[in-house]
C-alpha cells in the first residue's frame, strides 16, 4: 500500500531551526512535494524534490534520498509565522499525490 | 504565478438542500482538475479528478451521484454536493496544475460547508 509517516506535531522556538521529517512508500516514484498549511487554509507550495539531494529555497530547504523513501523539510530562522502543517506529499506512478496528515509545527516565542 | 480562485468562502446550508462550489483557473488553462475534502486535523482526501469535456474519475467510496464534477471548460470546473447532510459538512479544496505532470499543484483558498 502507499502511506506517508510523518511526526504528529513538532515544537520549536523563534530564531531556532527546526527539521521535519517524512518517510513513504508509493507505488511509483514521481517526485515529492512540500506545503505548508495554515489553520482553516488550503495548502500553499513550498519545494519540490525529484532528485536526490538538498534543495534550498530561502529558509526552507528540502532534501530526498529516493532510495530510503526518505524526505525532511528544514525551516531556519523560525518565524511566529511559520506555525502551519506541513504536509510531505510523494507523487505515485500516476502522478497522484499521496497525502499525509502532515506534522503541525508550533512555534513558541 | 499561477493562480486558482475558489467561491465561496463559506457556506451554511439546511441537511436536503444543494451546494455549488466553483473553482477557476485564473491565467491558465487546466484540463485537469482536482477536489479535495478534509475534515478537521486529517489529511487531505482526493475525492474526484475533474477531466475537461470527460467524465470526472471518482474516488473510491466517493458518490457520484452526490458530488456532482462538471468541467465545462478549461477554467472552470464546479462540484455540487447534491442533497446534504450534516455529515458532509467539511472544508472542501479544489486544485489544479498549470502545466506539466509533475509541477505543483495550486491550490484554490477552500470552501467551508456547513451543512445544519
Known amino acids: 500500500g502507499q502511506n506517508i509517516d510523518q511526526p504528529t506535531e513538532m515544537t520549536a522556538t523563534e530564531g531556532a531551526i527546526v527539521q521535519i521529517n517524512c518517510t513513504y512508500q508509493?507505488?511509483?516514484?514521481?517526485?515529492l512535494f512540500w506545503y505548508q498549511q495554515h489553520a482553516g487554509e488550503a495548502p500553499t507550495f513550498l519545494s519540490y524534490?525529484?532528485l536526490d539531494g538538498l534543495e534550498e529555497k530561502g529558509r526552507f530547504s528540502s532534501f530526498l534520498s529516493r532510495s530510503k523513501g526518505y524526505s525532511y523539510l528544514l525551516l531556519k530562522e523560525l518565524q511566529m509565522k511559520d506555525s502551519a502543517s506541513y504536509l510531505c506529499?510523494?507523487?505515485?506512478?500516476?502522478?497522484?499525490?499521496?497525502w499525509g496528515a502532515g506534522t503541525k509545527l508550533i512555534i513558541k516565542p | 504565478g499561477a493562480v486558482v480562485s475558489q467561491h465561496p468562502s463559506r457556506v451554511i446550508c439546511k441537511s436536503g438542500t444543494s451546494v455549488k462550489i466553483e473553482c477557476r483557473s485564473l491565467?491558465?488553462?487546466?484540463?485537469?482538475m482536482f477536489w479535495y475534502r478534509q475534515f478537521p486535523k486529517k489529511s487531505l482526501m482526493l475525492m474526484a479528478t475533474?477531466?475537461?469535456?470527460?467524465?470526472?474519475?471518482?474516488e473510491q467510496g466517493v458518490e457520484k451521484d452526490k458530488f456532482l464534477i462538471n468541467h465545462a471548460s478549461l477554467t472552470l470546473s464546479t462540484l455540487t454536493v447534491t442533497s446534504a447532510h450534516p455529515e458532509d459538512s467539511s472544508f472542501y479544496i479544489c486544485?489544479?496544475?498549470?502545466?506539466?505532470?509533475?509541477?505543483?499543484?495550486?491550490f484554490g483558498n477552500g470552501t467551508r460547508l456547513t451543512v445544519t
Open positions: 486544485s489544479a496544475n498549470p502545466g506539466q505532470e509533475n509541477s505543483p499543484l495550486h
Open positions: 491565467d491558465f488553462q487546466a484540463t485537469t
Open positions: 475533474s477531466n475537461e469535456g470527460s467524465k470526472a474519475t471518482y
Open positions: 508509493t507505488s511509483g516514484f514521481n517526485g
Open positions: 524534490n525529484v
Open positions: 506529499a510523494p507523487m505515485d506512478s500516476n502522478y497522484q499525490l499521496i
